[in-house]
């Protein structure tokens, strides 16, 4: 059976009841291009970058032209892609040039990298990220990425910015570039409901309590730590497939994107409870005084950091669960002291947590967990 090209997969879809948008067909029609130049070897293939606000549509269209292809094509977050490149810059300590080496590596193994949430905020990120985009399109691999902001908007208040912009100069040179950002947010059509949000009740137990014992009947019950990695976490129960965790052991503490990696490799369904409200104003900017990055010592001068919440690197922990927990359709059960939409509405990263709000209300429905 042959594979159905992304813009035959769109028009199926809207065949079968999707609403039609006139910005997705867009995007289906440079994605179309694409798989043209790839299996028919029309000229150069031009990558396609897919950005605009959440619920758009922009995975879908992604995962479809994934499906797509017959040539060698890897498709991962991008949180994944960075934990592979890190640790292959790690091994490669003492190499020359070791970005060179990482390219021609992707070039050896895939033709197309498809990645997720291009969302760049970590300055080791966009460092390494300015320097290997250049090669890896040179060495012939096409990258098809979706992203909430445009090129030109990514890592827009980072500290030294300027050792990204080659990415950015990449990203437009060997990619189109398509708005996807029709009016519908479609996560939120409706479907059958299947709760995993509740507001916890002064006095009450926790609701958690019940779904848990539901999730892991029949299963041996454990209250003890759980190893990631080399690293323990606080837990208020776990069975071999469920665990169930207070909000600060998971997002108050030293964890990182790749500790939540590992966490949905181990449990296929994860519970949250006591989530505080976490929106707060941002604090007074502060500035910064003869500062180092990594071992490279930068030109000493004022820098302006951000103007964090006090909750703010709990939230970006939070914010890095769902999106795990979201792409790996994971059901994320949570226990909040506020409802949902009150979760987060002030604050530094109140951009970042539109596209977290959104994936959990798409979490409330029955279709969440359908592959």
Known sequence: MSAVSPLDAYERAVQRGFQPDEAQLQAARQLQACYLALTERRGRAQGVYLWGPVGRGKTWLMDRFFESLSVP??????HHFMRWVHKRMFELIGTPHPLTVVAKELAREVRVLCFDELFVTDIGDAVILGGLLQVMFEEGVVLVCTSNQPPDQLYSHGHNRERFMPAIVAIQKYMNVVAVDGVEDHRLHPGQLHQ???VAEAGRPSAL???????????????SQVMLGYRSINVVQHSDTAVWCRYRDLCEQPLAAMDFITLCDRFSVILISEVPSLSAAQRESKIARGTEDGVEQVAAGDRELPQLSPHDDGVRRFIALVDECYDRRIPLYVEAQVAMDALYTEGYLSFAFR????RLQEMQLERFTEH
């Open 355 to 358: 596209r977290t709000l959104s």
């Open 73 to 78: 094509a890897r498709r991962q977050h991008f």
């Open 196 to 198: 995993r949000y509740w």
């Open 209 to 223: 309590q019940g779904i848990f014992d539901t999730l892991s009947a029949g299963k041996p019950i454990h209250d």
